[in-house]
């Protein structure tokens, strides 16, 4: 047996407090920066996908341009129009950015880091309970929303953050149920056990390809963002429910946007892309910690939350905007049945396998689940395709009613016509 | 009453919104690797004008300095926008020569006619156009100001066509 290394046990409790501070600032700094540069990369996708240039004057590449906007934003005035609610119009934008940042706190963004005093988690705050944290801060961030709708006394702010809270909770419930298949499928609700779980038997999203769908969607439509974004449909509602904000305040909310995306992002690569895990390798799993493996980790995880956040991006230029009554009959009609009926297949799909006894990291598990993971994707591709999912409301009626509703007509008419003779 | 829609049969193919995203994200994603760019940095990089363009004057001078003009009265004559203010002067020897002779950028509305029905080939319109300033009254150019600029003049018509000249 080798002797115990001091840098692969669990450290000391002074260290462990030392450290997880240090961990919180280094995680803030990083994400501010990250969130930041986020909107340049979003206006400068958004200029190559349009043939254009996009930001280009401020430092190299414009590069500075977020310096120069966040500049701009602490220079300007603060409005504040006649009849606000003043405590809750200073608070809102605050508490839209708060639960986007604080939701960081449990995803695990590396392996382990090995240190002269101990092992430390590359994550702020390992709970056992990971992944209901996440649900419930998560779900506080539409209070900023309609907090600032409703302060603003602004009809249009308010029919934003009104939409918003409805969008938001039709879609949270899609989000929770597709996440109730990774949580069977790990066992836990610990993050760290979903990654650990993804390394074992193969990612979730090539087993449980629906739920990473729903997953995505839902969180598209949790975020605001195209083509969910109508809570500041510009074209209806001026901006929403920042209509009368201005400087930083408003300069918060849109932060908040990219914060919400990127903790979507890294939610989802750590519920469905295997985490911080790289792929087709075996030795950054296995084995004793050691610093390489750390930084490399922590790279890959970075990667591939940055690979999301940028289709996001994508995505945003190139749909155009739900009208409302596809958004919600795409979450109530449509999603949320998928969520319930593919929970139900899932459960029944692992109760069976453990039932005839095969072992949840080996070949046949896996086989299992990603064949009938295909089938379910043909499956739900072949609904989608004919079912005519977001198509003008007409064409949902089913030919007969449509049939029915013209005889009655027909016969009214006729009759009211006898009736005039 | 039922008001009856009209209800579109149109292939899958068409109606489908699953097809129609994937399209759209392929063709977005084309433009993203392979932009077709057509903007001009504008400082460093400046369009071609055309040999027509016609910008702000410029008088001619001849070979000792002075204006062209012979102070004939035409241009102010046949501007429509009124914006060339002309006072002749007259020396011992009968040559006239204009005493005052101010264009008001503003007021011009770039037609041309000035340059066109000038007997001298004095005033000219410009192949220029940065012509921004601090306060209006810059705008009036008088005649010191048209001579000494510099820029190449407009062509009105392209003289290599057959029907030019």
Redesign the interface.
Known sequence: MPPLDASQLPPSTLFFLLATVVKMLAIFTLYMVVVAYTTLAERK?SA??????GP?RVGPWGLLQVAADGLKNFMKEETMPGDVYKPLFILAPALAFCSAMIAWAVIPFGAPLPTPWGRIDLVVADLPIGFLYVLAITSLGVYGIVLAGWSSNNKYALLGGLRSSAQMISYEIAMGMSTVCVLLVAGNVSLNAIVAQQVATGWNVLILSIAAFIFLVAAFAETNRVPFDLPEAESELIAGYHAEYSGMKFSMFFIAEYANVLTASALFVSLFFGGWDIPFTRWDNAGPATVTKSLLTVAMFGFKTYSCVLFYI??R???PRFRYDQLMSLGWKFMLPLALVYIVIVASAILGLDAAGVARTGWAFKGAMGSINLVLLILL?FV???G?????A??R?D?ER?AR??R??DT?STLGSGEAH | ??I?????E?P?GE?????A?LK??A???K??VD?????I?YPEEKWDLSPRWRGTHRMLTTEDGTAKCVACGLCPTVCPANCIKLVPGEDEEGNRFPLVFEIDEFRCIFCGFCQEVCPEEAIHMGRHYENAEFNRARFVYDLERLTAQTHPVSELWDPAHPRGE
Do not use: C, E
């Not at chain 1, 005519?388 to 003008?392: A, F, G, M, V, Y």
């Not at chain 2, 009856?4 to 579109?8: E, I, N, P, S, Y």
């Not at chain 2, 109606?15 to 097809?19: I, K």
């Open positions: 996708v190559w996908i349009q043939d254009r240039h280009n994508w995505i230029w190139t749909l591709f989608i395709d004919r005519r999912l977001i198509s003008p007409s064409s009626i030919r449509v509703i013209r009655a007509t009214r | 009453m039922a009856t829609v009209k209800v579109m149109r899958i109606a489908s919104y699953v097809r995203t759209g994200l063709l977005t994603l433009h993203l932009p077709h760019r057509v903007t940095q």
